[in-house]
């Protein structure tokens, strides 16, 4: 298989995983290797090779022929393994190269934001400085760039992700909360979320209106105490409004909303019960505990129709039994 070597800070991605632009992409096990050859953003049947390496540790050159595997955006890296045995291993391994923007141990939410806009557009990684574990944010965060991850930031305020933020992500953090107005391929995974009892919902919907949020994913994250005990205000963790092609998957929620730990609405930009209801949603594998004056874990609006392609996971508790489902 393929690992990373340790290097410098500017760091591509490879499979998740960050690592420096002087690492060697090589092969584990190399004594039973005959040649690898590489091919480089090439559709599969192509015969275009970027580079054949003959010798341990078969590394992916830094210069081939055609193709520039180190060039900021995604890429495919396929490969053709010989074995001394004359058996061939082939492999395909998906990789974003991006740049890096360095932050500090605490920033303002403002500064963080001009600082995301002065670099030069593409895939681009935030993430604490070298030395730091994390770094703080204060205020309220407004993402309005796509392609940005955010790494292992604690966050005072929320974020939003606003329509320019498509392909964004929110990896590894903490925060009061998000919201995802109109952006697109947009992924919370690994996060902690706490409303303190100051914060209602997480929402997600179109805006401006029926600019809808499609293919967004929420994984792996906890979210508690969503809730605001004036007797009057609607909550839950998250409100989803008028948006498509989403998944909330393993997460847990705790403590959170007086409709439910997740409610399902037509409300958003455009607010219309004929037409701005979500649809094509997955629900699965979640751990809901206690909610925190609700009586369900999942809450639907009644004008959501049961060709909305919604999902639910069958142990969660919910109001319309019609989206019970695998996905």
Same mark, same amino acid.
């Given at each position: 298989?393929?690992?990373?070597?340790?290097?410098?800070?500017? !760091?591509?991605?490879?499979?998740?995983? /960050?690592?420096?632009?002087?690492?060697?992409?090589?092969?584990?096990?190399?004594?039973? $290797?005959?040649?690898?050859?590489?091919?480089?953003?090439?559709?599969?049947?192509?015969?275009?090779?970027?580079?054949?390496?003959?010798?341990?540790?078969?590394?992916?050159?830094?210069?081939?022929?055609?193709?520039?595997?180190?060039?900021?955006?995604?890429?495919?890296?396929?490969?053709?393994? #010989?074995?001394?045995?004359?058996?061939?291993?082939?492999?395909?391994?998906?990789?974003?190269? %991006?740049?890096?923007?360095?932050?500090? %141990?605490? $920033?303002?939410? #403002?500064?963080?934001?001009?600082?995301?806009?002065?670099?030069?557009?593409?895939?681009?990684?935030?993430?604490?400085?070298?030395?730091?574990?994390?770094?703080?944010?204060?205020?309220?965060?407004?993402?309005? !760039?796509?392609?940005?991850?955010?790494?292992?930031?604690?966050?005072?305020?929320?974020?939003?992700? #606003?329509?320019?933020?498509?392909?964004?992500?929110?990896?590894?953090?903490?925060?009061?909360?998000?919201?995802?107005?109109?952006?697109?391929?947009?992924?919370?995974?690994?996060?902690?979320?706490?409303? *303190?009892?100051?914060?209602?919902?997480?929402?997600? /919907?179109?805006?401006?209106?029926?600019?809808?949020?499609?293919? /967004? *994913?929420?994984?792996?994250?906890?979210?508690?105490?969503?809730?605001?005990?004036?007797?009057?205000?609607?909550?839950?963790?998250?409100?989803?409004?008028?948006?498509?092609?989403?998944?909330?998957?393993?997460?847990?929620?705790?403590?959170?909303?007086?409709?439910?730990?997740?409610?399902?609405?037509?409300?958003?930009?455009?607010?219309?019960? *004929?037409?701005?209801?979500? !649809?094509?949603?997955?629900? !699965?594998?979640?751990?809901?505990?206690?909610?925190?004056?609700?009586?369900?874990?999942?809450?639907?609006?009644?004008?959501?129709?049961?060709?909305?392609?919604?999902?639910?996971?069958?142990?969660?508790?919910?109001?319309? #039994?019609?989206?019970?489902?695998?996905?």
């Amino acid at each position: 298989m393929y690992v990373p070597s340790r290097g410098s800070s500017d !760091r591509p991605r490879l499979q998740g995983s /960050w690592i420096a632009t002087a690492a060697a992409i090589t092969l584990a096990n190399d004594k039973r $290797v005959r040649s690898v050859t590489f091919l480089v953003d090439q559709d599969p049947g192509a015969a275009e090779v970027f580079a054949v390496d003959r010798k341990a540790p078969f590394m992916l050159p830094r210069r081939g022929r055609g193709a520039t595997p180190y060039a900021i955006g995604p890429h495919t890296l396929r490969t053709d393994v #010989e074995l001394r045995t004359g058996k061939h291993l082939r492999l395909k391994v998906a990789y974003t190269v %991006a740049r890096i923007l360095l932050v500090p %141990a605490t $920033v303002d939410a #403002e500064s963080l934001e001009r600082s995301i806009a002065a670099v030069p557009q593409g895939e681009l990684l935030v993430r604490p400085a070298d030395g730091e574990t994390s770094f703080t944010v204060t205020g309220e965060m407004h993402l309005d !760039r796509e392609l940005v991850t955010i790494e292992r930031a604690h966050m005072s305020g929320g974020i939003e992700f #606003e329509p320019g933020a498509s392909g964004s992500r929110l990896v590894g953090s903490s925060a009061l909360g998000f919201n995802i107005f109109g952006a697109d391929n947009v992924v919370v995974s690994g996060n902690s979320f706490d409303g *303190r009892g100051v914060d209602s919902q997480n929402i997600i /919907w179109d805006q401006p209106a029926g600019n809808t949020p499609d293919g /967004w *994913r929420v994984v792996g994250n906890t979210f508690q105490n969503f809730y605001i005990d004036d007797g009057d205000t609607h909550s839950e963790a998250l409100f989803i409004g008028y948006s498509t092609r989403g998944l909330i998957e393993r997460n847990t929620f705790t403590n959170n909303g007086n409709t439910a730990h997740i409610f399902f609405s037509w409300w958003g930009g455009t607010a219309d019960p *004929r037409t701005s209801y979500p !649809r094509d949603i997955c629900v !699965r594998g979640n751990t809901f505990n206690q909610t925190h004056d609700a009586t369900s874990d999942v809450n639907f609006r009644d004008e959501i129709p049961a060709t909305a392609h919604i999902a639910i996971q069958r142990d969660a508790s919910n109001t319309n #039994e019609t989206f019970y489902g695998s996905c």
